[in-house]
């Protein structure tokens, strides 16, 4: 008799919350994207052939935040935010998508310096 009166009872939806992990991930993310910005801020220095120290200087240490510090923290975060049960995933897929894009993003500013530094 048990068994029948616990099929008959629908089951309570419990609503999902957002992930910790991936609001973490994609509020990193953004904030690793503000030295990227600055960087494209000072490129024209480098088109016009006349780049200072300062500006060498500057988007070293803004590729090196970006792509070996912040970004891969970032995406480990939001890879395992996407994994957790019983969370929206939205906050994880943006800040894993960003993620992504910004370390592309800076291993061509990287390959950009190397070939600009060469010539």
Request: charged share 10%; glycine share 4%; with cysteine.
């Given at each position: 008799m ?8 629908p089951e309570i ?20 994207c ?6 494209f801020v ?10 200072t120290?300062?500006?060498h ?6 590729v090196?935040i970006?792509l070996v ?7 480990i975060l939001?890879?395992i ?8 995933k939205?906050?994880?897929?943006l ?8 370390i592309?993003?800076a291993t061509v500013l990287v ?9």
């Amino acid at each position: 008799m048990d068994a029948s009166m616990k099929s008959s009872q629908p089951e309570i939806a419990v609503p999902k919350k957002h992930s910790m992990l991936g609001i973490a991930s994609l509020l990193l993310t953004l904030f690793s994207c503000l030295p990227v910005l600055i960087v494209f801020v000072f490129a024209p220095a480098y088109f016009t052939g006349n780049p200072t120290e300062i500006t060498h200087k500057l988007v070293y240490w803004s590729v090196g935040i970006c792509l070996v510090a912040s970004n891969p923290i970032s995406l480990i975060l939001g890879l395992i935010a996407l994994f957790q049960k019983n969370t929206k995933k939205l906050f994880a897929i943006l800040g894993v998508t960003l993620a992504l894009f910004q370390i592309c993003l800076a291993t061509v500013l990287v390959l950009f310096i190397l070939i600009r530094s060469s010539m």
